[in-house]
Protein backbone atom coordinates (compact mmCIF):
# COMPACT_ATOMS: atom_id res chain seq x y z
CA UNK A 1 0.00 0.00 0.00
CA UNK A 2 1.21 3.39 -0.17
CA UNK A 3 -0.39 6.36 1.83
CA UNK A 4 -2.95 3.85 2.82
CA UNK A 5 -4.36 2.79 -0.86
CA UNK A 6 -3.44 -0.46 -2.84
CA UNK A 7 -0.76 -0.18 -4.88
CA UNK A 8 0.70 -2.14 -7.57
CA UNK A 9 3.72 -1.08 -9.57
CA UNK A 10 6.80 -2.04 -11.27
CA UNK A 11 9.81 -1.04 -13.44
CA UNK A 12 12.01 -2.19 -15.91
CA UNK A 13 15.06 -0.79 -16.79
CA UNK A 14 17.37 -1.84 -19.66
CA UNK A 15 20.56 -0.22 -21.83
CA UNK A 16 17.68 2.12 -23.42
CA UNK A 17 15.05 2.69 -21.67
CA UNK A 18 12.95 2.90 -18.82
CA UNK A 19 9.52 1.65 -18.06
CA UNK A 20 7.82 2.35 -15.38
CA UNK A 21 4.05 0.78 -15.05
CA UNK A 22 1.58 1.86 -12.19
CA UNK A 23 -1.15 -0.37 -12.37
CA UNK A 24 -3.44 0.89 -9.89
CA UNK A 25 -2.72 4.20 -11.41
CA UNK A 26 -2.96 3.10 -15.17
CA UNK A 27 -0.04 5.13 -15.54
CA UNK A 28 2.50 4.33 -18.24
CA UNK A 29 6.07 5.73 -18.31
CA UNK A 30 8.65 5.66 -20.53
CA UNK A 31 12.21 7.07 -21.17
CA UNK A 32 14.75 6.97 -23.41
CA UNK A 33 18.15 6.41 -21.48
CA UNK A 34 20.24 7.29 -24.23
CA UNK A 35 18.76 10.65 -25.02
CA UNK A 36 16.72 11.89 -21.72
CA UNK A 37 18.74 9.78 -18.56
CA UNK A 38 16.86 12.26 -16.08
CA UNK A 39 13.56 10.88 -17.09
CA UNK A 40 11.95 14.12 -18.18
CA UNK A 41 10.84 13.10 -21.12
CA UNK A 42 7.79 10.08 -21.22
CA UNK A 43 7.73 8.62 -24.71
CA UNK A 44 5.36 5.64 -23.71
CA UNK A 45 2.63 7.45 -26.48
CA UNK A 46 5.40 6.88 -29.16
CA UNK A 47 6.40 3.16 -28.89
CA UNK A 48 3.36 1.28 -27.67
CA UNK A 49 4.78 -2.22 -29.06
CA UNK A 50 7.59 -1.59 -26.81
CA UNK A 51 5.37 -0.92 -24.08
CA UNK A 52 3.22 -4.40 -24.58
CA UNK A 53 6.47 -6.40 -24.74
CA UNK A 54 7.76 -4.76 -21.13
CA UNK A 55 3.87 -5.51 -19.99
CA UNK A 56 4.12 -9.24 -21.04
CA UNK A 57 7.94 -9.36 -19.58
CA UNK A 58 6.72 -8.12 -16.18
CA UNK A 59 3.47 -10.79 -16.34
CA UNK A 60 5.65 -13.74 -16.85
CA UNK A 61 7.72 -12.62 -14.54
CA UNK A 62 4.65 -12.22 -11.83
CA UNK A 63 3.59 -15.39 -12.87
CA UNK A 64 7.26 -17.17 -12.48
CA UNK A 65 7.78 -15.77 -9.08
CA UNK A 66 3.63 -17.03 -8.03
CA UNK A 67 2.04 -13.51 -7.81
CA UNK A 68 -0.38 -13.44 -10.47
Known amino acids: T ?4 PAEGFWVRTKDFHFIWDIGNEEELLFDMNKDPKNDI ?3 NEY ?3 IADFKRDIKAWKKEIGIE
Open 48 to 50: PDL
Open 2 to 5: FMGQ
Open 42 to 44: NIA
